[in-house]
């Protein structure tokens, strides 16, 4: 199928790679003139417009950051890229699919993405153009890997072509392909990203308990990490959770249940934990150069 990825980081440049390898005629766009003459150069397409990738599109796949500002979600990105593409695709009579893969907070989809796609596109949702959330599972170090090789593939869907479109470009994928609406594919990301966040502070809290008490708990987290419930990811305590996605979607999902009136008592804890534990360690060197 054509598939353009509009947003060329890190999560964009992946997913167009892997969707090219897989067989998919896959075109680039960003607003970093950088990045597009970087991918130009290494042989793939690119368009220096958003209105060259919406006519050559099937499946439009938005992939721009979504980094938590002020303990929210900072949604000006993926407003942009909806309304550049919807006010594209006025100009065009082709159905098309706009999926969002950037992480995006629950009903962000339904009650943003589509209403701006209807008014700037002056379109009709499921008629005339399909949205999907397709969320992304990757660890930074093996994206490639964990994208070629998925646990799942999540298609929530805005109606069944939507979804049945979108699932065309996975079609030579291995992997169980699990469709639900748009809501819920958003909560699942989160959910996911939450928990590894709550076992890395999990360990982390064992790790100063350990510590106090004498004990190695990295020892005691291996042997335990051998239940095949548990396994090894995130057992080594000693350092908060870090990089670009675990600290602002832990901080922003607090935030959102807060605005439900819901108290996220434990993601409060795991965020506190996470912010107590270099403090640990440092004075737990701080102690050990001053017995020096």
């Known amino acids: 199928m054509r598939v353009s990825i509009v947003g060329s980081g890190a999560v964009g440049q992946t997913t167009g790679i892997a969707l090219r390898m897989k067989g998919n005629n896959v075109m680039f766009?960003?607003?970093?003139?950088?990045?597009?003459?970087?991918?130009k150069r290494q042989g793939y397409k690119v368009a220096d417009n958003i209105a060259k990738v919406v006519r050559f599109s099937d499946v439009l796949l938005i992939c721009v950051p979504t980094p938590t500002?002020?303990?929210?979600?900072?949604?000006?990105?993926v407003k942009k890229a909806t309304v550049d593409i919807a006010e594209a695709m006025s100009k065009t009579n082709d159905y098309k699919v706009v999926v969002i893969r950037s992480t995006v907070l629950p009903s962000t989809t339904r009650r943003k993405v589509v209403p701006l796609l209807q008014r700037f596109s002056k379109l009709r949702p499921g008629k005339d153009f399909g949205v999907c959330?397709?969320?992304?599972?990757?660890?930074?170090?093996?994206?490639?890997?964990?994208?070629?090789?998925?646990?799942?593939?999540?298609?929530g869907e805005l109606d069944k072509r939507s979804g049945d479109t979108l699932e065309k470009i996975y079609s030579s994928f291995d992997a169980k392909i699990i469709r639900t609406d748009l809501d819920t594919a958003e909560t699942i990301k989160y959910v996911s990203n939450?928990?590894?966040?709550?076992?890395?502070?999990?360990?982390?809290?064992?790790?100063?308990?350990?510590?106090?008490?004498?004990?190695?708990?990295?020892?005691?987290s291996e042997v335990v990490s051998l239940d095949s419930r548990i396994g090894k990811y995130g057992i080594h305590g000693g350092k908060p959770f870090s990089g670009k996605c675990l600290p602002k979607d832990v901080e922003a999902f607090i935030t959102y249940a807060?605005?439900?009136k819901i108290n996220p008592k434990l993601l409060e804890a795991i965020s506190s934990i996470n912010k107590e534990i270099s403090s640990y360690v440092s004075m737990k060197l701080n102690n050990r150069r001053t017995k020096r």
């Open 194 to 220: 939450l928990f590894l966040a709550a076992k890395i502070s999990f360990f982390n809290e064992i790790y100063m308990i350990c510590s106090e008490l004498g004990l190695d708990a990295n020892f005691i």
């Open 133 to 155: 959330v397709n969320p992304e599972f990757m660890r930074e170090k093996y994206a490639l890997h964990d994208f070629l090789r998925p646990s799942r593939i999540v298609i």
């Open 69 to 77: 500002i002020n303990k929210e979600m900072d949604f000006s990105c």
């Open 29 to 39: 766009y960003d607003t970093d003139k950088e990045k597009l003459g970087t991918l």
């Open 258 to 260: 807060k605005c439900q």
